[in-house]
């Protein structure tokens, strides 16, 4: 890990390689808008430019990535514009159906809880302790809604998987 202090791009390019990808999928999984996560990507990584935090380790750099992005994400959600902000149609999508799986698509039509807790530990590989870290949440309430979202998930898949 680059030190922020030494040479700030190097720093930004090596967060952004190994970062981005996740960075833009917890902004995906909170708002279900590809263009809101693209623009809360883009907070996220102007505010960690203008941070003056210092990062203890890449495990420090990761949770505060998630933190921003989680906490951007809500903002973003409880603005008056975006509340007041209307589809341009029904049903449509930002992204097109066939790239995206359906037990992804399942996962992203949980309550915000459940989907950030299963999006966390599944496709970020977070532990119950990383997540409640993270989250600003205890452990025992993390373990619940990953609990309540894997059996939402098996009503909704109908047991077709059961590896979840």
Not at 91 to 101: I, N, R
Not at 104 to 109: E, G, N, Q
């Amino acid at each position: 890990m680059h030190d922020k202090s030494s040479n700030p791009n190097d720093f930004i390019t090596d967060v952004l390689d190994k970062h981005s990808n996740m960075v833009l999928r917890i902004a995906y999984s909170k708002t279900g808008n590809k263009a809101d996560a693209e623009d809360i990507f883009q907070e996220v990584f102007v505010r960690l430019m203008r941070s003056k935090t210092k990062f203890d380790s890449e495990e420090h750099l990761k949770a505060w990535l998630i933190r921003v992005t989680v906490n951007c994400s809500k903002n973003l959600l409880a603005s008056a514009w975006f509340r007041k902000t209307v589809g341009l149609e029904e049903g449509m999508t930002s992204v097109p159906a066939a790239q995206v799986s359906e037990i992804y698509d399942s996962v992203l039509s949980l309550p915000a809880k459940y989907r950030s807790a299963v999006h966390l530990h599944y496709y970020e590989g977070m532990s119950v302790a990383e997540m409640a870290a993270a989250l600003g949440r205890k452990e025992g309430t993390i373990k619940s809604w990953l609990h309540r979202g894997r059996e939402l998930l098996k009503l909704k898949l109908k047991g077709d998987y059961e590896t979840i």
